[in-house]
């Protein structure tokens, strides 16, 4: 496999140029290759900014305005801050020894300080920020509390000040609210500091800020522009002439390479170096010599964007397919699992064993007992009737082939370990019980992505677990009826549950983003739902629920404005802040979180609502690869598809 300088593979290359891998991906792998981890504050993974605009309250992707300049290390974004740091460079002629210690920047864009500054509403970055700083938290001015002056510190203003930005900024929203009630004290100005504050267009929710932030990374401004910032980063422009040229060079203990050996073995030497490196950081290990070729530098290769179109970007064209896909001889359909190039079906009380598909597992016998069962042949291989002192098994989810869990009667989930080989069961011996339940369990999902499990019971509770400690996490609320359905994003690991008439959205903490009555009567109760997961940064990715009236309804989340109202002059209570933002205007606004329905999907056409009843419920939904096409299996053992109408 011929290699790129610095061993970056040439095939991850081209994944990436060919939209097969997420700018995201590549930042990260690139961050690997040059010595960056989790594991090392000092070596935190290095993320650049990618926006320039915190100010609009809607923005806008398609502008090149909105986007901070790639091609320039965030001491050069404006001419002003440039000119200033070359003048620098300029003043600077002494030497230590043999090294050269001119330089554009005496500080660093990643550090130890930085990192946990930025994570220091999070465990156990408060407590590391905590010893950093000698015991206290800084002085509120210099926390990070604001995204727009986080920017413009960096961009602008400190001239102490380029850091970069970690990746979190691109994934997870926990880092943005104090959910610790850490007190980090007020600003001269009374402001009391709290949550991060986001900017307008994030609708002051951390998640909707990590989705457009993610979008603007993935955007094509971005991707046509990314290999400039690598070229600052990880490559020729990092060091020597193209790094003066680019207004980029560091103190020269920034850089390993320029260290001598004889200076890292005298202790004086050695303190001082180690004494920089730690307060302000160090630059990444250089991948590549030679400018770094564009992500759009193979024109004839696949396009970024999707060549299918999912199915929810256009509801209104979406038809049914005339005749089933598939059909079974008895019973409802219990899973649809799309495969390369064909569509696996399984009757109800039976789940697919990943990765390969080949087995099965059952339950719901006349004696409790489950067993596996060969997908192809439809054959029993083996029989376990352990599972019967936990009571009837009434639902089930395999994470992967190693692990099964189940629901049963007696209110207990149970964590089962498991040993196939081909067709033969090693054995199935039970890993750990769940109790929190007081009824029969009625549903349970698991994300392995997220190290999530999820139940719900009869007894209206349901619970979130922890799949590698299987502990309790926490209880999600609210739930009036039954626990019906469930289902986890596997992108963002919000959670979607189905209660009596009832639709709740859930994030991956259990915070309850929003809630609806469906107003679908007790014959639309949900009995199955999914996420359609295109991307994590797709703001038009939808929930799917499948009722028992047999139609099929698609939900997206959307933002209300509010005004809040204004406190006359003179209250009591004026100093007190108002919660919200304040738009261009001054007027302070609240967003709120809605699901609202899109469409429902129903292959009968008649308009009496009596005839509904015969149609039969559907009992599973999937999401083709593509996310061209949902598919839809009902009580009568019938898969149906449906697609945009081309």
């Keep these: ?29 690139l961050n690997t290759l040059a010595g960056r981890t989790y594991n090392d504050l000092m070596q935190y993974p290095i993320f650049p900014w990618v926006l320039a605009d915190y100010y609009s309250e809607t923005l806008d992707l398609s502008c090149a305005a909105s986007f901070r300049d790639l091609s320039k290390p965030m001491g050069a974004q404006t001419a002003q801050r440039r000119d200033n740091f070359i003048q620098r460079y300029n003043e600077v002629e002494s030497t230590e020894g043999d090294l050269s210690v001119r330089c554009h920047y005496c500080t660093h864009y990643s550090s130890a300080i930085i990192v946990a500054s930025f994570l220091v509403r999070m465990e156990p970055f408060s407590h590391t920020f905590l010893a950093l700083q000698g015991g206290s938290f800084d002085v509120p001015e210099r926390m990070f509390h604001c995204i727009a002056r986080e920017w413009e510190s960096a961009s602008r203003d400190n001239m102490s000040d380029v850091r970069e930005l970690i990746p979190e900024f691109y994934y997870l929203p926990d880092f943005l609210t104090n959910t610790n009630n850490l007190h980090f004290g007020c600003m001269q100005d009374g402001t009391s500091l709290d949550d991060v504050v986001l900017p307008p267009w994030a609708k002051g929710d951390p998640q909707e800020f990590i989705r457009i932030h993610r979008e603007a990374l993935e955007s094509e401004y971005v991707s046509a522009h990314l290999h400039l910032w690598v070229d600052l980063m990880f490559g020729w422009r990092q060091q020597g002439a193209p790094a003066v040229e680019a207004v980029n060079v560091f103190h020269p203990y920034f850089y390993a390479h320029s260290l001598d050996q004889s200076q890292l073995t005298h202790p004086r030497h050695r303190s001082i170096i180690l004494g920089y490196i730690n307060n302000f950081g160090q630059v990444p290990k250089q991948l590549f010599t030679k400018p770094h070729p564009s992500r759009f530098a193979h024109k004839k290769d696949t396009p970024l964007s999707a060549t299918v179109m999912p199915f929810y970007l256009q509801l209104d ?31 109800g009380k039976r789940l697919l064993v990943p990765p390969l598909g080949h087995a099965y597992f059952s339950w719901g016998s006349y004696d409790y007992s489950c067993s596996f069962g060969n997908y192809s042949t439809d054959k029993v291989f083996a029989v376990c009737e352990s599972v019967c002192e936990w009571g009837e098994v009434l ?32 054995h199935m011996t039970l890993k750990q019980p769940l109790y929190g339940h007081t009824d029969a369990v009625s549903c349970v999902v698991v994300s392995e992505a997220h190290g999530l499990i999820v139940s719900g019971s009869h007894d209206c ?100 404005r509010t005004q809040l109202p204004t406190i006359p002059q003179g209250s009591l209570d004026q100093q007190e802040p108002q919660e ?11 967003w709120e979180r809605h699901l609202v329905l899109c469409r429902e999907l129903n292959r009968s056409q008649q308009v009496s609502r009596r005839r509904y009843r015969s149609n039969p419920a559907v009992t599973t939904l999937a999401v083709s690869r593509t996310n061209g096409t949902l598919l839809a299996g009902d009580a009568w053992g019938r898969v149906f598809s449906w697609s945009i109408e081309v």
């Excluded at 064209?317 to 190039?341: H, M, W, Y």
């Excluded at 989930?413 to 196939?420: A, G, K, N």
């Excluded at 919200?580 to 609240?590: R, T």
């Design 395 to 426: 639902c089930a989810a395999c994470p992967n082939s190693s692990t099964i869990i189940t629901g049963s009667s007696s209110s207990v989930v149970c964590v089962w370990d498991i040993l196939l080989s081909k067709d033969k069961l090693t």
């Design 461 to 560: 509770t349901c619970i979130l677990w922890d799949l590698e400690e299987l502990s309790y996490v926490t209880q999600l609320p609210a739930h009036t009826h039954t626990v019906s359905a469930l289902a986890i994003n596997t992108q963002t690991g919000e959670i979607v549950s189905c209660a009596g008439t009832h639709l709740y959205l859930w994030s991956v903490r259990g915070q309850l983003l929003t809630s609806l009555d469906t107003g679908a009567g007790q014959e639309g109760q949900s009995l199955c739902c999914i996420f359609t997961q295109r991307n994590q940064w797709d703001a038009s990715h939808a929930i799917v629920t499948g009722g028992n009236d047999g139609i099929i309804r698609i939900w997206r989340t959307e933002y209300t």
């Design 1 to 29: 496999m011929r290699r790129r300088s610095g061993g970056v593979d040439k095939s991850v290359l081209l994944r990436w140029q060919r939209g097969e891998m997420s700018n995201f991906e590549y930042l990260m792998h």
């Design 317 to 347: 064209k979406v038809r049914p397919s005339a005749t089933p896909i598939k059909e079974l001889q008895q019973g409802p359909v219990g899973q649809v699992v799309c495969v390369d190039r064909d569509v696996l079906v399984l009757e």
């Design 580 to 590: 919200g933002l304040q738009d261009n205007a001054g007027v302070c606004v609240s």
